[in-house]
């Protein structure tokens, strides 16, 4: 129903997270990153938004002035998330649920890892790339940044990121 073809490039995009704000990187730097991997490697890029996640993607879709395959107005439950994680060459993902989808189905992805400790997810990260700045307030493990800044994952630039996708993108194809 997306228009997505077989022999496409699809790069997932996971902005949610259940757990709280402090697990989400900044809407505009999914947009950015959005746009310079389908300026660099020509993909469909698939914006993977559950349900209570519509404003986020209203938010990346808006700020991007490319065409996102906007999953949010489909209000995905968790069983139809599967496929979708399936379909994707590479996923970045918050540090949430459709994280571990992407283990489970040996989808290549890159984690944005912010206030939590990465000691608690560290098995079966062969397809994974665990990016997260070292900060004296990671890992606080709050729902909301209590300082304020949410610099764990605001410093986690489009560029750090996009360049994480593309070691990955070639292995993904």
Known sequence: NYGIQPDDLVVGL??????????????????????????????????LAGPGEESIATKIVESCSIDIINTAQDQIDLAELKPL???????????????????????????????????????????????????ACVPCHKKICPLGHHACMRELTPDDVFAACSSKIPKAI
């Open 14 to 47: 996971n902005p949610g997270a259940s757990f709280g704000s402090s697990k989400c990187w900044p809407p505009e730097h999914f947009s950015a990153l959005a746009e310079l991997l389908y300026k660099n490697h020509r993909c469909k890029i698939l914006l």
């Open 85 to 135: 994680v399936k379909r994707c060459n590479l996923l970045v993902t918050n540090d949430t649920g459709p994280r571990h989808y992407a283990v489970a189905l040996n989808v290549p992805h890159i984690v944005l890892m912010g206030p939590t400790n990465p000691i608690y997810t560290e098995k079966n990260l062969q397809n994974s790339v665990v990016l997260q700045k070292s900060l």
